[in-house]
């Protein structure tokens, strides 16, 4: 039993890769947002149909009330997925999207599984075709429009074609149990092409991360790029709120350009890793350091970061002071940085820029001002 259950598990419901499992759940969500206000339309559509060739003895609350009510759901679905249309799809709002997609495919293939074998049973041998021919297509197109969540799949197809399925192959007649068993080979072929679709939509997510990673990635240090800092900006400036401000910073590197001159572009892209490390450690989960380009950074300081109770600069400025130990050599640099924080500063991305740009060449002058005090003095 165990052994079964593991083949199951690895080979029907493979497990998610941790790091594209918010991908998943998105490209879920908005497949199914495509693909069902069509399907829910169709339901409504064929209400009419269904409530005519429903047996008359049935009782009119499943003859007259079960496609009544799948109408309304129908409608009501269509008009809410055409509502929320457009709406930015956070993997949170697809979970919940994928979970109720579940539940309600699942209670709608009941009821019209439940409604398809009442009539079979109470119709004549003749009118059997119909009963199983309507939910045949319905279960197939459900299917295809939720071919993206596998469970839901499974779910689907298991009540609304294994009742109506048994009904055919057992009803001794032979044209039934040749469709019967069309169906079934049907039913396992599209199953079948539901578990590859799932690995193939992994493989390509993972391929789509890795790009995207390399294509936001400073391939020096590692560090995010200006592009991936700009990405995370715009997104922090559109979740800020007046009473949760966060802060950006630039930061210079004083003295890196005679490095280069005189130990070589080798030791100067070590210098740069090393100063890439010390601002991640520096920052660790609290922030987010990229490198702008050459010999600059930026800092993202986000709302509730506990950096921001604290003097930021200093604390930045104290782990780049030690002397760094490249090629068996000593070697110094300073740095100069220049803050701005949201809403004080600006409250869009170029302002912000414009005014951490400011404080950065203000720090810079202030630096070259204390240093030529100090040499009069030693004059």
């Avoid at 790091?19 to 947002?33: N, P, S, T, W």
């Avoid at 001794?172 to 080979?185: D, T």
Wanted: charged share 15%.
């Amino acid at each position: 039993m165990t052994g079964v259950y593991h083949w199951l598990r690895t080979r029907v419901f493979p497990p998610v890769p941790d790091d594209i499992r918010d991908d998943v759940a998105v490209l879920r969500a908005q497949r199914i947002e495509t693909l069902t206000p069509a399907l829910f339309l169709l339901l409504a559509a064929t209400t009419p149909t269904a409530i005519y060739a429903g047996v008359d003895t049935v009782h009119p609350a499943v003859r007259i009330g079960f496609p009544v009510v799948l109408a309304i759901v129908g409608v009501f679905g269509f008009l809410f997925l055409m509502h929320n249309r457009g709406r930015r799809m956070s993997p949170r709002r697809a979970r919940r999207m994928i979970v109720e997609a579940t539940w309600l495919s699942g209670v709608m293939a009941s009821m019209c599984s439940a409604w398809a074998v009442i009539n079979w049973l109470a119709a004549p041998p003749a009118a059997h075709s119909y009963y199983g021919m309507i939910m045949a297509m319905g279960s197939l197109a459900t299917a295809y429009c939720l071919s993206s969540i596998r469970f839901a799949t499974f779910v689907n197809l298991g009540i609304g074609l294994v009742p109506v399925s048994l009904l055919m192959l057992t009803s001794g007649i032979v044209a039934e149990f040749a469709a019967g068993a069309s169906l079934v080979l049907a039913t396992l072929f599209l199953l079948r092409m539901v578990i590859q679709q799932h690995g193939q939509l992994v493989d390509l997510l993972r391929l789509q991360r890795q790009m995207r990673e390399l294509a936001h990635t400073d391939p020096l240090t590692g560090l995010p790029n200006r592009r991936a800092f700009d990405v995370r900006l715009s997104e922090e400036i559109a979740d800020a709120t007046i009473d949760r401000p966060f802060a950006i910073a630039l930061l210079d590197l004083d003295g890196f350009k005679p490095v280069n001159d005189r130990h070589g572009h080798a030791v100067g892209d070590q210098l740069l890793c090393e100063i890439a490390e010390r601002l991640r450690g520096a920052c660790s989960e609290h922030a987010m350091v990229a490198r702008q380009g050459g010999d600059e950074f930026a800092i993202l300081v986000p709302a509730g970061s506990a950096l921001l109770n604290t003097s930021l600069a200093d604390h930045i400025l104290a782990s780049l002071a030690a002397p760094y130990r490249i090629s068996e050599q000593s070697i110094g640099v300073g740095a100069s940085i220049g803050f701005a924080t949201w809403p004080k500063n600006g409250t869009t991305s170029r302002r912000l820029f414009e005014a951490a740009d400011r404080a950065l060449y203000a720090a810079k002058a202030a630096d070259r001002v204390g240093a030529a005090t100090v040499q009069s003095r030693a004059g």
